[in-house]
């Protein structure tokens, strides 16, 4: 039993590896309307394409010292850290859902969701192909499928109701279709009462943020602390859930 769980564990975090190898691909190509099969991965600097074995995930940078093979030029650090975190998610679904199955789904949610949050810091745009592939797949991140559509609409509901009180207030437009389609995940993902815990946590989790750069006129987005918030009430979503009945029973 538990050598048949390291090695689905071990499956996980590699597909994690790769799926993180593939989501570098997606940042870099999707936010300039460039294809992710053509061309094949090559050097941005010296152009030459890279053999297989200079793409095995977060290995391959460390072999190559950080540097192309070819030109020496240094190798973004962005590469081997989303490999890493891609395959820590892919490890922390796995070990809180019930299956390989939902592991996999749920770590193809967060995974995509770090995709938008670094996409949104570099472009302040979140792509709706990403931004729809995590939502989809949402639905069927527990066996629960009917509840996470049913939950994923009355998020998406109340945000697009909020959106419209909140750009008549400021008169301008606020919360644009990426954060309704980020909240219709979020109830997607841990239901309604849960939902709520993420919003007010991501609110938590960025006002210092916040306030640090208020000065520095730069638009800080938001879906970030949105993504980072969902995972951590996923992670610990027992004992959210015990901190809300100890407030409201």
Known sequence: MIDSQIYEAFLVILFGLLFGSFLNVLILRIPIDKSVVFPASHCPKCNNNLKWYH???????????????????KISIQYPLIELLSAVIFALCYYKSDSVLEAVIAGLVFALLLGLSLIDLRYKAVPDSLNLAALSLAFFASS??????????????????????????????????????????????????????????SAV??????????????????????ALALFLVYLFKEKFEAIWINLYG
């Open 144 to 201: 629960s499928i009917l509840t996470n559509f049913v939950n994923a609409l009355l998020f998406a509901g109340g945000f697009s109701l909020l959106r419209f009180y909140v750009s008549y207030a400021l008169k301008k437009e606020a919360l644009g279709e990426a954060d309704i389609m980020i909240a219709a995940t979020i109830g997607a993902m841990v239901g309604v009462k849960m939902g709520l815990v993420a919003i007010f946590l």
């Open 205 to 226: 989790i960025a006002l210092p943020v916040f306030i640090i750069i208020k000065e520095k006129d730069y638009e800080v987005p938001f879906i970030p602390f949105l």
């Open 55 to 73: 793409n095995i995930p977060l290995f391959s940078w460390l072999f190559l010292g950080g540097k192309c093979a070819y030109c020496k030029e």
